[in-house]
């Protein structure tokens, strides 16, 4: 394993995982709270879900690269699958985001 730093992988299996449960599970906490307040505001939780789950499978892959001692290509390429499917996920959502809050902001200068 002279080419794969274990420490980079047990790095992103522990923050994959914490990270991940963290998105879930205040991502349940906002559609919860939405539900009573604003449910035009799901959204909002259901993206954290999902990219919570996402990060989370990050984190499951490299813990699966370090239990089986089998770093080739074909596992980290897995990895990197999931987390390009991640960034992917993430630009999408903030290429959105601006979208919709520039025009926002110049309304609200506006006013």
Known sequence: MDYLNIDHLKRI???GGIVGAAS???GA????LTLTVD?????SG??????GYLFYQ?????????AS?????????ELLNKYGKLLL???ILTIISLVVLIPLIIVLISL
């Not at 906490?29 to 919860?32: E, L, N």
């Not at 449910?39 to 959204?43: E, Q, R, V």
């Not at 990050?58 to 370090?66: H, K, Q, R």
Request: overall charge negative; aromatic content about 4%; hydrophobic content about 55%.
């Open 46 to 51: 259901i993206i954290s879900i999902i990219t």
């Open 89 to 91: 996920i993430m630009g």
């Open 58 to 66: 990050t984190g499951i892959e490299a813990s699966n690269i370090i």
């Open 29 to 32: 906490i906002s559609i919860v």
């Open 69 to 77: 001692d089998d770093f080739t290509a074909g596992n980290v390429n």
């Open 39 to 43: 449910p035009s505001m799901i959204l």
């Open 13 to 15: 299996a522990t923050w």
């Open 24 to 26: 879930i599970i205040m």
